[in-house]
């Protein structure tokens, strides 16, 4: 998509503080960190929402809950916890329209978030 920041990002023309690469994500620093740990796991393939998965991404969406689960235990947060976030659209606040899973950890998280 010609207008997607993340996929700017994953084809290189802007820059990132990369993670992890593979085939099917990328994961990088969010440039606005709302915790000490802050990471965002992006799929390739451009899809707007969570409302635009199917059937077919089933394996896709396991497979980003598993990176960020190898990422935490990678940063040595997984005992101490962390939080998992997909915005989907506005009212949830989402701003890039490119399906991505927030790591966040390092510091305390309310319940409810607010
Ligand atoms: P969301 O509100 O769920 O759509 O999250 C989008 C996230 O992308 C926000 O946390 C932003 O700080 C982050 N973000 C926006 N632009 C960049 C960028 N160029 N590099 C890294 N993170 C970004």
């Known amino acids: 998509m010609d207008d997607c920041i993340f996929c700017k990002i994953l084809e290189k023309k802007i820059p990132s503080?990369?993670?992890?690469?593979?085939p099917e994500f990328v994961a990088f620093k969010?440039?606005?960190?709302?915790?000490?740990?802050?990471?965002?796991?992006?799929?390739?393939?451009h899809i707007p929402t969570v409302n635009d998965l199917t059937e077919g991404d089933k394996i896709l969406i396991g497979e980003m809950v598993?990176?960020?689960q190898s990422i935490a235990k990678d940063l040595g947060i997984s005992e101490e916890g962390y939080r998992l976030?997909?915005?989907?659209?506005r009212g949830a606040g989402q701003t890039v329209f490119h399906l991505h899973l927030h790591?966040?950890?390092?510091r305390p998280f309310s319940w409810p978030p607010g």
Do not use: K, Y
Request: contains cysteine; proline residues 9%; charged residues 15%.
């Open 30 to 45: 969010d440039v606005n960190p709302q915790a000490p740990n802050h990471i965002l796991i992006v799929p390739r393939r």
């Open 85 to 89: 976030v997909l915005n989907c659209n």
């Open 17 to 22: 503080q990369r993670v992890v690469e593979t």
């Open 66 to 68: 598993l990176q960020a």
């Open 103 to 106: 790591l966040l950890a390092g």
